[in-house]
């Protein structure tokens, strides 16, 4: 267990480095897989998923344990499905193999792909069998993840044929969806989308780009405006930032304005302060950005505002069960917040003992370890079971969080 410490820091203006976004580094790596590696891929990520990621495509084992690792499980299921006799086994955690695949699965298989579970029908691991795959028009329930999508997507322009897609469902994160094409077109690809239909044509022989480099991420500068929510005498400089992304999670900022904080674009940087004060209501539908939900809620109660989050039907299908782990860890400091029908509510909140000794349970979850670490600004006595958690995405998030006063020790 580790408690946090807060010192009050004199300094207001402070420069943040992000985590190179591992959303893009992963995509990247398994186009750039397609192409023998022949592209430089700089800025890469240092996140565990994309390092586990690079070396499941580079390694000889035929048995590769890709843990939590949701990313890796379902562009790797595609990509080896596509690779001619070559026989892999993707092993994972207990967590993930509560984690449905089925969807990815059946898609595969009416391409012919020869896949099989190894446990459980429906979750991983799985058993693949490589062969020459070919393409046509297919169905899929894009409901529960848009990951599905992503990985026909990324193999879709290297089998014969090509893939025509027909997304069924609610479309579960979309800008994601939207962020893989763009991606895709940035090394030359042509992808259209259509309403629900996706076509792309088989693009084997398309030329390489040479090099390419990965934005920082988005996703983890949610956590500093979360900061800023909590603390309006600093300033925090997001460096080699921009609004102007591929990345659906940039709308960030825009959601944040609700909560006070003020995006400023200076050079290739970002400047976020709260400079205003929360609305004392909001509505949040985060159906196409739900990994921004454990720092907005956080933000929220913390804020003590009346507050409703939607779009939040996949999260009990992330790393943990982040709908149920955000309100009860928010309920242990007192907060009073909710869950009904897939939404989260925050409530104002009479009163909050802020010397009150909590232990915040991260669920092996990097997202609500990252969520609640900032809370020390408000809570004297705020402890974490687990500070490793955060290596998944963006490893060096505590050593940044020094920079606005909050320090961990070792209990």
Sequence with gaps: MFGLVYKNTTVRNIRIDLPASKSISNRALILNAFYKNSITLNNLSLADDTQLMNWALNTNETQLNLKNAGTCMRFLTAYFATQNNKEISLLCSNRMKQRPIA????????????????EQKKFPPLLIKGKLIEGKKITINA???SQFITALMLIAPFIKNGLCMELTGNIASFDYIKMTALLMEQFGLNVTIDSNIIT???QIDVAPIK???IENDWSSAAFWYLTCCLNNQIAITLNNLSTNSIQGDNITAKLFEQLGIITKPIDN????????????TCYFDLSNCIDLAPALTVACAALNINATVTGLENLVIKESNRLEAIVTELKKLGYNVSNNNNAIFTHQTSSIDLNKAVIINTYDDHRIAMAFAPLALKFNNINLDNLDVVKKSYPNFFSELTKVGIKTKAL
Excluded at 103 to 117: F, K, P, R, S
Excluded at 269 to 280: D, F, G, V, Y
């Design 200 to 202: 792309i044509k088989n």
């Design 143 to 145: 409901s529960e993840s």
């Design 269 to 280: 940087n970002l400047i976020i302060q709260k400079q205003l004060e929360a609305n004392s």
């Design 103 to 118: 969807n990815l699965v059946n898609a595969l298989q009416n391409l012919d792909a020869d896949i099989t579970y190894l």
């Design 211 to 213: 090099e390419f480099t």
